[in-house]
């Protein structure tokens, strides 16, 4: 009898981003047809299997579950759609939407350090404007 053991290799570290990259460049060989909701089930797709497989998520995924919040906030919207939704809400059709999500998923990668730095800009200048209101006032 024929021994057809296989095994799975696990290769850590971060890999995320790169495949994004690769999805960007070739999109028809990942999902089909340029469609940003075919890449929403990808992507839903991915994160289950590594859940079902009980793999721990990778820094990469964790900071992409941000790209949600980051969405709704660059677009305003406080609704429960998805990142994917409110993208092709604001596009001319899913290729379009699919284009957009990788040009706004830049900015996000290029945006963290920014926005922290921002925030942190602004509460510096909250703190000054604070310490002169209490000089007028005294």
């Not at 957009?100 to 000054?128: G, I, P, V, Y």
Request: glycine share 6%; charged share 25%; with cysteine.
């Amino acid at each position: 009898m024929e021994n057809n053991h296989h095994s799975i290799t696990i290769i850590p570290g971060e890999y995320f981003y790169e495949m994004l990259q690769r999805i960007k460049q070739r999109p028809g060989m990942f999902l089909g047809q340029c469609s940003i909701t075919r890449l929403r089930a990808f992507l839903d797709g991915y994160m289950g299997s590594r859940s079902d497989l009980g793999l721990p998520p990778t820094q990469q995924e964790l900071e992409f579950n941000q790209f949600q919040e980051w969405v709704q906030t660059r677009f305003k919207i406080s609704s429960s759609h998805g990142w994917d939704s409110i993208i092709l809400f604001y596009s001319a059709d899913e290729r379009d939407a699919l284009n957009n999500f990788f040009e706004l998923f830049d900015q996000f990668c290029n945006s963290e350090s920014a926005t922290r730095e921002e925030m942190s800009q602004e509460k510096l200048t909250e703190s000054n404007l604070s310490l002169t209101q209490e000089r007028v006032t005294v």
